[in-house]
């Protein structure tokens, strides 16, 4: 008796699937407020979306443009300056704070000390890249004007003054998809911008200005019956969220005594 080929077997799939289908889109709507000045907050909750679209781990960001009117003509952005704007986080839900961290910009800045050149190369958005094209994004007047390189050039067409937050908390990260219809609560993150010597650069400390305009909240979603039922599934049989609770808290001693800032880090 001849041996079937395996092609010829019912069973037989000629392609197999390692993923799923499904509707993706990128959405931007305006947010509450499309303007902010230093020392502002901003009151972020995540959007709750539709029925069966779950938000994809790390595509929820705040975007928006700096504009450095008002400062002295010469004035750039700092690098990483996106890490630079928020100077305290605060992550709740249902009432129960996730994250209060008081100089978050130090402990993110350091945390991306650690990733890698591709990933450096990936976060335009964000503000890692070198202080000449931070002066060509920025207008600056002293800005480069001989020798730019085509990448240079490209990069300010495509970007010019637009940067993103990326609200980046481990809850939206590392758990897989969120699906927020499926929880009765609201995740919502706050944002202090940090006040403008963190965040510009120049020579007359006196004229460091900038304004966030134009804020959108930005964010990936999937439209998908089974991801939905399955998020929902977890949720209702108690899912377990790991994060690092970070805190940064200065303690101020009594008069005659030197302050300190202690970090400490909890889960």
């Not at 100077?87 to 650690?114: H, I, M, P, W």
């Not at 908390?169 to 998809?177: A, K, N, P, S």
């Not at 977890?234 to 808290?249: A, P, R």
């Amino acid at each position: 008796m001849a041996e079937v080929p395996e092609n010829l077997r019912p069973t037989h799939r000629e392609k197999t699937m390692h993923a799923m289908k499904a509707e993706r889109a990128v959405k931007r709507i305006t947010f509450n407020r499309s303007e902010a000045d230093p020392g502002n907050t901003l009151y972020v909750y995540v959007p709750k979306l539709n029925e069966n679209e779950v938000l994809v781990p790390g595509s929820l960001a705040l975007v928006f443009d700096i504009d450095l009117a008002g400062g002295h003509e010469n004035n750039f952005l700092v690098k990483n300056v996106t890490r630079a704007l928020v100077d305290r986080l605060v992550v709740s839900f249902a009432g129960r704070t996730l994250q209060d961290t008081v100089g978050y910009d130090l402990y993110k800045t350091f945390e991306d000390l650690f990733l890698s050149q591709e990933e450096r190369d990936n976060r335009i958005l964000e503000g890692i890249q070198s202080e000449a094209i931070f002066k060509t994004r920025s207008g600056a007047k002293d800005k480069k004007t001989n020798g730019i390189s085509k990448s240079e050039e490209t990069i300010n067409e495509v970007y010019g003054s637009k940067y993103r937050i990326r609200l980046d908390h481990q809850v939206l990260t590392d758990h897989g998809v969120f699906y927020p219809q499926a929880l009765y609560n609201d995740l919502k993150f706050e944002v202090k911008l940090a006040e403008a010597k963190h965040v510009v650069k120049g020579s007359d400390t006196t004229k460091l200005k900038y304004k966030l305009k134009n804020i959108q909240l930005e964010y990936k979603m999937i439209r998908s019956k089974t991801l939905a039922d399955e998020a929902r599934s977890v949720y209702t049989s108690g899912k377990e969220f790991f994060y690092d609770h970070v805190l940064h808290d200065k303690e101020t001693l009594t008069r005659g005594s030197p302050s300190k800032s202690t970090p400490k880090e909890g889960h």
